[in-house]
T-cell receptor
Framework: DQQVKQNSPSLSVQEGRISILNCDYTNSMFDYFLWYKKYPAEGPTFLISISSIKDKNEDGRFTVFLNKSAKHLSLHIVPSQPGDSAVYFCAASANRQGAQKLVFGQGTRLTINP | ETGVTQSPTHLIKTRGQQVTLRCSSQSGHNTVSWYQQALGQGPQFIFQYYREEENGRGNFPPRFSGLQFPNYSSELNVNALELDDSALYLC?????????????FGPGTRLTVL
């Protein structure tokens, strides 16, 4: 049961253009969403998050949009830079007692071409 | 501020053996989570420890067990290793405040079971 899905395994974008990574979820109990970036031989690095009470959160070049009715979120990177080339994971969690368990998507490999 | 560290970096074991992986949490963090990342997949939640007690568990068999120590460092133990246990094991630490927290990941331990 894949509760968080990233349907694009890979994405290639020209340097300076916008990168848009997409993520869909099925569990309506999820109320907090995060994006992580992962380089080879390193652990995932936290990028940006959004609570379900918001529909947009911005941090520098990174913006996350949340569409609760569609159970869809996206990460926009503008402008894209070569150092952004990495695997991006979308993750979600539910606000409840107990463990703050993160449920991850399968990841999207982003390649920024010079 | 020291980040999350894990040891060893790589490990090769044979089927049926036991393994212990170690994690030191980021300074000031009191919660540790463990994830298994199979090749080409996103990380999957194994369990979480908060103040030395298991605080939630994912869909993993009892041969996956853990400990958290008073200094908040943690161990993941896997008994009776199977070939499918070959994966990257990630430790993440966080500080529980309210309902939400970003989890900060270590570089992982790559386990190969032959």
């Amino acid at each position: 049961d894949q509760q968080v899905k990233q349907n694009s395994p890979s994405l290639s974008v020209q340097e300076g253009r916008i990168s848009i990574l997409n993520c869909d979820y099925t569990n309506s109990m999820f109320d907090y969403f995060l994006w992580y970036k992962k380089y080879p031989a390193e652990g995932p690095t936290f990028l940006i998050s959004i609570s379900s009470i918001k529909d947009k959160n911005e941090d520098g070049r990174f913006t996350v949009f949340l569409n609760k009715s569609a159970k869809h979120l996206s990460l926009h990177i503008v402008p894209s830079q070569p150092g952004d080339s990495a695997v991006y994971f979308c993750a979600a969690s539910a606000n409840r007692q107990g463990a703050q368990k993160l449920v991850f998507g399968q990841g999207t490999r982003l390649t920024i071409n010079p | 501020e020291t980040g999350v560290t894990q040891s060893p970096t790589h490990l090769i074991k044979t089927r049926g053996q036991q393994v212990t992986l170690r994690c030191s949490s980021q300074s000031g963090h009191n919660t540790v989570s463990w994830y298994q990342q199979a090749l080409g997949q996103g990380p999957q939640f194994i369990f979480q420890y908060y103040r030395e007690e298991e605080n939630g568990r994912g869909n993993f068999p009892p041969r996956f067990s853990g400990l958290q120590f008073p200094n908040y460092s943690s161990e993941l133990n896997v008994n009776a290793l199977e070939l499918d246990d070959s994966a990257l094991y990630l430790c993440a630490s966080s500080f529980r405040r309210g309902s939400y927290n970003e989890q900060f990941f270590g570089p992982g331990t790559r386990l190969t079971v032959l």
